[in-house]
């Protein structure tokens, strides 16, 4: 069995993101969880007398972290539960007409498995 739950959120501003997909599937005695989750928030916003300027405004900028990118694995020797996650860390630039827009994201991969509990089965 299959379940699948998608959460999309925008806040009113449309400055901040939250896309979440958890897929839930069960196969005979043990249940993965995965977990999709994409963040979003407009950090800046700069506003560029033309196109042309923006070159200028692009070489002047202090310079932003480098993307990060973490992946863990944990084992709980008690439930059995197994997880892994994925995560990247960074910025992006968007430009609108004269409008320049950092924005930072963060995108997530998570995956779980463990033994299902409502066939009483135990690790």
């Known amino acids: 069995m299959r379940d699948i739950v998608v959460r ?3 806040s009113g501003d449309w400055c901040n993101r939250d896309c979440l997909v958890t897929e ?3 196969q ?3 249940v993965s969880t995965v977990t999709r989750r994409c963040t979003y928030r407009v950090e800046s916003r700069t506003t560029v007398l033309s196109m042309d300027d923006s070159i200028h405004w692009a070489k002047t900028l202090d310079p932003l972290p480098p993307r990060q ?3 863990t694995k ?3 020797p008690q439930t059995g539960q197994e997880r892994v996650v994925y ?3 960074g910025y992006l630039y968007a430009v609108l007409d004269r409008e320049v827009f950092c924005i930072g994201y963060r995108h ?3 995956m779980t498995v463990e ?3 409502q066939t009483g089965c135990e690790s």
């Open 115 to 117: 033994a299902d509990e």
């Open 69 to 71: 990118v973490y992946v």
């Open 24 to 26: 839930i599937m069960r």
């Open 74 to 76: 944990d084992l709980d």
């Open 87 to 89: 995560k990247v860390l």
């Open 28 to 30: 005979g005695e043990l």
């Open 8 to 10: 999309n959120l925008t």
């Open 108 to 110: 997530l991969l998570a």
